[in-house]
C-alpha cells in the first residue's frame, strides 16, 4: 500500500522556525493531496490540501508547494509554535477511493 | 462536514476473544473506511464498507479476521476476531465528503 513516502521521520525545530516536510508519490492517478494533523489521543484532522493544477497553496502559516513534475509535495510551517507539535500525514487521494497515507512525521517544537 | 462517532474508545482484552467497535457517522455516507494505526504508525487501510454491499479488503487483511457490518448508510461496525496481541493498535473508521476525509476519535485495543 505504501505509495506515498514521507520524510523525515521527526523533526525539531525552535519555536519561530520553519518546519519543513516533504512527500513523494508514485502514482499519477492521484488527484488531491491534503495534510493530515493529528494529536495524541486524536483522530487525524485535515489541516491543508493541494490539488496538482496548482504549484502552491497557502493558509495562515501552512504552505504547501506542489511539484507536478516530480511527483513531490511539502508542508511548510511558518513561525512554528510549540502548539503546532503533532503528527504529520502527508496523504494521497483518487476519487472514490480511500486515502493513501505516508508514514508521518513527529513534530516538536521547542519554546 | 461530519461527526464521527466510534465505540469503544479503548478496551484491554484477553487473547482469543473478539471485539466489535462500532461507527456512527451523523450524515449518510456511500463508503466508510476501516483503518489500523499501530503505535508510532501511519494509518493502513483495512477495508472499504459500502452500504448493501460485502466489505473490499486490502492485501494483508481478511474478512474471516476482520468482519464489518455496514447495515445503513450512517452506521457500521469492525470485528476483530481471535485476537493476538499483534492486533493492539488504533483501530479508526472514517468518511468522505467529496475530497475530505473525516476520522473518528479511534478505538485503542490493547490485547493481553
Known amino acids: 500500500q505504501q505509495q506515498v513516502k514521507q520524510s523525515p521521520q521527526s523533526l525539531i525545530v525552535q519555536k519561530g522556525g520553519i518546519s519543513i516536510i516533504n512527500c513523494a508519490y508514485e502514482?499519477?492517478?492521484?488527484?488531491?493531496f491534503p495534510w493530515y494533523q493529528q494529536f495524541p489521543g486524536k483522530g487525524p484532522a485535515l489541516l491543508i490540501a493541494?490539488?496538482?493544477?496548482?504549484s502552491e497553496k497557502k493558509e495562515g502559516r501552512f504552505t504547501i508547494s506542489f511539484n507536478k513534475s516530480a511527483k513531490q509535495f511539502s508542508l511548510h510551517i511558518m513561525d512554528s509554535q510549540p502548539g503546532d507539535s503533532a503528527t504529520y500525514f502527508c496523504?494521497?487521494?483518487?476519487?472514490?477511493?480511500?486515502?493513501?497515507f505516508g508514514k508521518g512525521t513527529t513534530l516538536s517544537v521547542s519554546s | 462536514s461530519a461527526v464521527i462517532s466510534q465505540k469503544p474508545s479503548r478496551d484491554i482484552c484477553q487473547r482469543g476473544t473478539s471485539l466489535t467497535i462500532q461507527c456512527q457517522v451523523d450524515?449518510?455516507?456511500?463508503?466508510m473506511f476501516w483503518y489500523r494505526q499501530q503505535p508510532g504508525q501511519s494509518l493502513t487501510l483495512i477495508a472499504t464498507?459500502?452500504?448493501?454491499?460485502?466489505?473490499?479488503?486490502e492485501s494483508g487483511f481478511v474478512i474471516d479476521k476482520f468482519p464489518i457490518s455496514r447495515p445503513n448508510l450512517t452506521f457500521s461496525t469492525l470485528t476483530v476476531s481471535n485476537m493476538s496481541p499483534e492486533d493492539s493498535s488504533i483501530y479508526l473508521c472514517?468518511?468522505?465528503?467529496?475530497?475530505?476525509?473525516?476520522f473518528g476519535q479511534g478505538t485503542r485495543l490493547t490485547v493481553v
Open positions: 472514517s468518511v468522505k465528503f467529496s475530497t475530505e476525509a473525516f
Open positions: 502514482n499519477t492517478a492521484f488527484d488531491y
Open positions: 493541494i490539488r496538482p493544477d496548482v
Open positions: 496523504a494521497a487521494d483518487q476519487a472514490g477511493t480511500a486515502l493513501i
Open positions: 450524515s449518510q455516507v456511500t463508503m
Open positions: 464498507a459500502n452500504q448493501g454491499s460485502e466489505a473490499t479488503y
